[in-house]
């Protein structure tokens, strides 16, 4: 199922969201990225990474992004899904 996040807490919570449904630690994930656990909750709690950081959490959980136009769905509507 495709999801959408328009915000960094949105996308944090995606990403904790599929770490947990692969049965990973964030400290297993940060190893099979070569980062720290610290930043795996980063990543999770919408702190500020650099976009490669993200892009090899998204590889490493098996995710891509996809860039699109926005569709016409308020941030209220998505943020109510989770």
């Given at each position: 199922m495709e999801k959408v996040a328009r915000t960094p807490?949105?996308?944090g919570n995606?990403?904790?969201?599929?770490?947990t449904e692969?049965?990973?630690?964030?400290?297993e994930l940060?190893?099979?990225?070569g980062l720290r656990q610290s930043t795996v909750s980063a990543l999770e709690t919408s702190a500020a990474?650099?976009?490669?950081?993200l892009l090899s959490a998204l590889a490493a959980l098996d995710?891509?992004?996809v860039v699109r136009p926005r569709t016409k769905t308020s941030v209220q509507d998505i943020e109510a899904l989770f």
């Open positions: 807490k949105q996308l995606l990403l904790r969201e599929r770490r692969l049965q990973l630690t964030q400290k940060a190893s099979r990225v990474v650099r976009a490669a950081t995710l891509e992004m």
